[in-house]
């Protein structure tokens, strides 16, 4: 593994320029190709794409809209299934006439109809040309899938068929129509893939005012509006999104999604062990016992990291008994929140980012036990609760209970904290996670927190350090651009662990990898590397490493000004989203440089760099996505940049060496 790359080598690209192009810029050397777009033909007998003759049908067939997660599955070596997850809908940049983002409301049922088929998931065959990095789709469709809103998926785990999960249409609580607002996710060693479902608050409206207590309190910990507010408003299309009409359907989202993308018959699985919240995805390493460990975090301001442990042990081998075993691993098991401790005096954390007198952001950490040897942790509430209203049942830990296993209050109308070593650390938005293959250690993003230290939230500690930093900003309508120190956390950091004596462990040691934003700027920290040699960063998102265990981030949100460019004079502007990549280990580590950026108004995700390290696999989501900008008046044109009628498309593209090598060496 590593090879003549080894850990310790520097990364020997040029790194590219921030810019503000509808291109996606690439270092010289390297090559780039578009593999799928928004429309292209995905399952057998599906029409060629025409914006202005969309339809269900079509789209049920055709690769979906604002792609993210990227998986990778050999074939043989010359042949693969890409899985790509389909966030989210843009219908400003699909329909005509849509006047923007905020005009959600006006979009007809048939449309909404069009939207829930462009979510989901496409599994895609792709052969590689010649001996290169370059993949493309294959002519034969055969094992080409893809799923919807409509697709029929299973419920596993402790939850599934509780009370929680049961509709009018699936008394039994085990059976969901579709997967929404997938956005990251993961490989399993036995060749299955993982999808967080995300934001799907979205989705949900109610025709008539919810008034019980305990389902407002649950909507509101998730953000879902009890409300006819100007969301999505798919109810209108289809009443199980009325949380007046089917209350529990909501509860069958924000799950962790397992799909066998190897068998295109196969039913994908919501596996309920791992809790239910908003998943940015989900990866795994082997405990060297066997069991399996699954990180992911949720993704909300303030919100918590998680860890499932399995009960059952992994088997190596490739047999169709054993793989059949593997994929009952995620079923059953114990689920963990995390609790950071630093090991400076609180002091020294004075929201800036000046490292403290022992000159690191660290300290260790406990892995707080939600669901321990299969029971619930919380008293009053069962394992199905637990799983389903994950985020309430981790505000509970160390609070005081009463008999129904919620918080008593004090004379103020606070929570009552028995036992702080129980509290789970309340993140700036968790992101993706990766387990390191060369050295063990486990990766968070947090991509940005801007209310952190703000009034009424929580302040700076040592695993959230920044309540200021700088960032760019277009101001209200009219006002000037600027670009200064703001409040919070704004562009984000990336936190790296190591498991105390195995992964299926409950203690750990952390400490702070990367405080994004521009290297110029004092809050922002490389791993003590050398500031003037590295790339601005912000908002890291993605995470991936290639063989030789080089971290690569994908960022979106980017709130960096170009360069050079100060407050207050002309022409200050923002820059593209990009990847980027950066040794952990050696003395080149924290050398962080900028490998590529995407087009203008998109952000970059799902890094996937196949096991002979030779070419990544970048998603361009929402190209286009800027104030203003629809159809008929786009911020890009990417890829096709067509004179007459152009229009973006969200696209998977993969990025490969001109002389055929791996990349980065
Ligand atoms: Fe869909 Fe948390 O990014
Ligand atoms: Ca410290
Ligand atoms: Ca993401
Ligand atoms: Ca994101």
Request: include cysteine; glycine fraction near 12%; charged fraction near 25%.
């Amino acid at each position: 593994r590593g090879g003549a790359a080894g850990t310790d080598a520097p990364l020997t690209f040029q790194p590219v320029e921030q810019n503000q192009l509808d291109e996606l810029v690439i270092p010289a050397g390297y090559s780039s190709t578009v593999v799928l777009r928004w429309g292209d033909p995905v399952e057998e007998g599906s029409p060629e794409f025409r914006i202005d003759a969309q339809t269900p049908e079509a789209q049920a067939k055709q690769f979906g809209y604002n792609c993210d997660f990227i998986g990778w599955l050999p074939l043989d070596d010359d042949n693969a299934l890409l899985v790509v997850n389909h966030e989210y809908t843009d219908e400003q940049l699909m329909f005509a006439g849509v006047a923007d983002e905020e005009g959600a409301g006006d979009i007809t049922d048939e449309q909404k109809r069009i939207a829930m088929m462009a979510h989901g998931i496409s599994v895609v065959q792709v052969r590689r040309v010649g001996r290169t990095g370059q993949w493309r789709p294959t002519p034969e469709r055969d094992r080409n899938r893809r799923i919807t809103t409509e697709t029929e998926f299973e419920l596993t785990g402790p939850a599934a068929g509780s009370e929680y999960l049961r509709t009018s249409a699936d008394p039994e609580g085990r059976t969901v129509r579709g997967t929404l607002n997938n956005c990251a996710g993961g490989i399993t060693p036995w060749g299955t893939t993982l999808h967080g479902e995300e934001n799907f608050n979205q989705y949900f409206g109610a025709s008539a005012p919810i008034t019980d207590a305990l389902q407002l309190a649950a909507l509101e910990r998730y953000g879902v509006s009890a409300e006819d507010a100007p969301t999505r408003r798919w109810e209108t299309a289809d009443p199980r999104f009325d949380l007046a009409e089917e209350p529990n359907e909501v509860n069958r989202f924000g799950w962790v999604v397992e799909l066998d993308p190897y068998d295109p018959t196969s039913t994908p699985k919501k596996r309920t062990a791992l809790g239910r919240f908003k998943h940015e995805g989900a990866n795994i390493q082997i405990d060297r016992d066997g069991r399996v460990v699954a990180y992911s975090g949720d993704d909300e301001r303030f919100d918590y990291i998680y860890k499932f442990v399995s009960k059952r042990r992994y088997r190596k081998g490739e047999g169709r008994r054993t793989r059949e075993h593997n994929m009952t691993l995620l079923e059953d098991g114990d689920l963990y929140v995390a609790r950071f401790t630093g090991d400076s005096p609180a002091a020294e954390i004075d929201g800036s980012g000046a490292l403290p007198s022992d000159g690191e952001f660290d300290g260790t950490g406990t892995w707080v036990p939600l669901v321990e040897d299969g029971r619930s942790t919380i008293p009053g509430k069962d394992v199905a609760w637990v799983l389903t209203f994950t985020r309430l049942a981790a505000d509970r830990l160390g609070k005081r209970l009463d008999d129904n296993g919620d918080p008593v209050l004090d004379a103020a109308g606070d929570e009552i904290v028995d036992d702080p070593s129980k509290v789970p650390t309340k993140m700036d938005r968790p992101e993706d996670i990766q387990v390191n293959p060369v050295n063990g250690r486990v990766y968070a993003a947090l991509t940005n927190n801007s209310r952190r230290g703000t009034e009424g939230q929580p302040g700076a500690d040592e695993a959230n350090p920044l309540t200021r930093s700088h960032a760019f900003s277009e101001g209200e309508e009219g006002a000037e651009a600027s670009y200064g120190e703001q409040p919070g956390n704004n562009n984000g950091h990336v936190i790296e662990w190591e498991e105390t004596g195995s992964a299926g462990g409950t203690g750990f040691s952390w400490r702070i990898f990367l405080l994004a934003g521009d290297p110029e700027r004092p809050e922002t920290y490389f791993a003590g590397y050398d500031k003037s040699q590295v790339s601005a960063i912000s908002c890291p998102d993605n995470l991936e490493f290639d063989p030789a265990g080089n971290l690569w981030i994908s960022t979106d949100g980017n709130v960096l000004s170009t360069r050079n460019q100060e407050a207050g004079t002309t022409g200050l502007v923002g820059t593209n989203d990009g990847l980027f990549a950066v040794p952990t280990a050696g003395p080149e580590r924290g050398h962080l440089k900028a490998f590529l950026t995407v087009p203008i108004g998109a952000e970059c995700s799902g890094p996937m760099i196949p096991a002979d390290g030779r070419s990544v696999f970048v998603s361009v989501q929402h190209p286009g996505e800027t104030t203003g900008s629809t159809v008929e008046t786009p911020s890009s044109t990417w890829p096709e940049h067509r004179a007459e009628g152009g229009f973006p498309r969200p696209s998977v593209a993969v990025v490969f060496r001109h002389d055929g090598q791996r990349l980065g060496v």
